[in-house]
């Protein structure tokens, strides 16, 4: 039995992430990412999962480490920069190219984001990365972010024990210190693409330990992206996919904002409706 004490400081471990606006509709789902949780956001290539997870760290400010084993390091700052002047990506990319990167780096000085470019991290790496942030800060990150997950080299020869592996870490690490990991993954690329994958699409069998999963997809034609909450352990979820709320997508900014559907009305005999 835990004291009352005790139960406190564990309780304050498991507080709500920071709100940002743009997933006003997936709090209202009652999907809310908490301290000290696994939370795994997954998606086909191109659903526009490592730019969004960009933006949700930017918007929330908080300390961060971002394992960026996934995209190098001029794409990442190119994004970073996009989201804070409102140029599009390709614009930051040439500045820094042409000899405005001071520019751009003033920019970008103040975001809370330490990065780590290493294509292929073990879990060593991992762990010797956030004790170098603990020696310089003298406190944990709030968000911890692994993308992705095949890229975390498990030092075994079975893909599928080590995939396991790195996922019961990284739970223990999040339980342990109340940090909040978000592990990106891959959908296999089965259905409709612009549309979230159910969570049977997971690649490696890697739906047991997370206590929240997302499922995400990008429709560049009407620039929507889409979450679907495909797992959460203490809430509502719908492991097809089918149930999703959706975010205004800018894929040429990085930049993503509240959804607000158009509004139809007709009118008839005098009186209007609307839907």
């Given at each position: 039995?835990?004291?009352?004490?005790?139960?406190?400081?564990?309780?304050?471990?498991?507080?709500?992430?920071?709100?940002?606006?743009?997933?006003?509709?997936?709090?209202?789902?009652?999907?809310?990412?908490?301290?000290?949780?696994?939370?795994?956001?997954?998606?086909?290539?191109?659903?526009?999962?490592?730019?969004?997870?960009?933006?949700?760290?930017?918007?929330?400010?908080?300390?961060?480490?971002?394992?960026?084993?996934?995209?190098?390091?001029?794409?990442?700052?190119?994004?970073?920069?996009?989201?804070?002047?409102?140029?599009?990506?390709?614009?930051?990319?040439?500045?820094?190219?042409?000899g405005a990167a001071d520019y751009?780096?003033?920019?970008?000085?103040?975001?809370?984001?330490?990065?780590?470019?290493?294509?292929?991290?073990?879990?060593?790496?991992?762990?010797?990365?956030?004790?170098?942030?603990?020696?310089?800060?003298?406190?944990?990150?709030?968000?911890?972010?692994?993308?992705?997950?095949?890229?975390?080299?498990?030092?075994?020869?079975?893909?599928?024990?080590?995939?396991?592996?790195?996922?019961?870490?990284?739970?223990?690490?999040?339980?342990?210190?109340?940090?909040?990991?978000?592990l990106l993954h891959h959908a296999?690329?089965?259905?409709?693409?612009?549309?979230?994958?159910?969570?049977?699409?997971?690649k490696g069998k890697a739906s047991?330990?997370?206590?929240?999963?997302?499922?995400?997809?990008?429709?560049?034609?009407?620039?929507?992206?889409?979450?679907?909450?495909?797992?959460?352990?203490?809430?509502?979820?719908?492991?097809?996919?089918?149930?999703?709320?959706?975010?205004?997508?800018?894929?040429?900014?990085?930049?993503?904002?509240?959804?607000?559907?158009?509004?139809?009305?007709?009118?008839?005999?005098?009186?209007?409706?609307?839907?």
């Open positions: 039995m835990l004291s009352s004490a005790r139960s406190l400081f564990r309780a304050s471990k498991t507080a709500e992430l920071p709100r940002v606006a743009s997933l006003r509709d997936l709090y209202k789902s009652g999907v809310t990412p908490r301290a000290g949780q696994l939370v795994m956001i997954f998606g086909q290539t191109g659903s526009g999962k490592s730019t969004f997870i960009l933006h949700y760290l930017n918007e929330m400010n908080v300390p961060s480490i971002l394992y960026s084993a996934d995209t190098d390091a001029q794409d990442s700052i190119s994004r970073l920069g996009a989201m804070r002047t409102g140029w599009t990506v390709d614009q930051v990319s040439d500045a820094i190219s042409n751009i780096s003033d920019q970008v000085y103040d975001s809370k984001i330490q990065w780590c470019w290493d294509s292929s991290p073990t879990l060593q790496d991992i762990v010797d990365e956030l004790d170098a942030y603990v020696e310089l800060n003298d406190a944990y990150p709030r968000v911890i972010v692994v993308d992705n997950l095949m890229n975390v080299e498990a030092e075994t020869d079975d893909e599928q024990g080590g995939l396991r592996l790195v996922l019961k870490e990284l739970h223990r690490l999040a339980h342990e210190t109340g940090i909040t990991v978000f296999r690329e089965e259905g409709d693409p612009l549309l979230p994958s159910g969570r049977d699409k997971l047991e330990l997370p206590e929240v999963i997302l499922s995400v997809s990008l429709d560049q034609v009407r620039q929507l992206f889409h979450i679907a909450a495909v797992k959460v352990r203490s809430g509502k979820s719908d492991p097809t996919g089918n149930t999703y709320v959706s975010l205004k997508a800018d894929p040429a900014r990085a930049m993503f904002s509240a959804y607000d559907p158009p509004q139809y009305s007709v009118s008839y005999q005098g009186r209007t409706e609307s839907w």
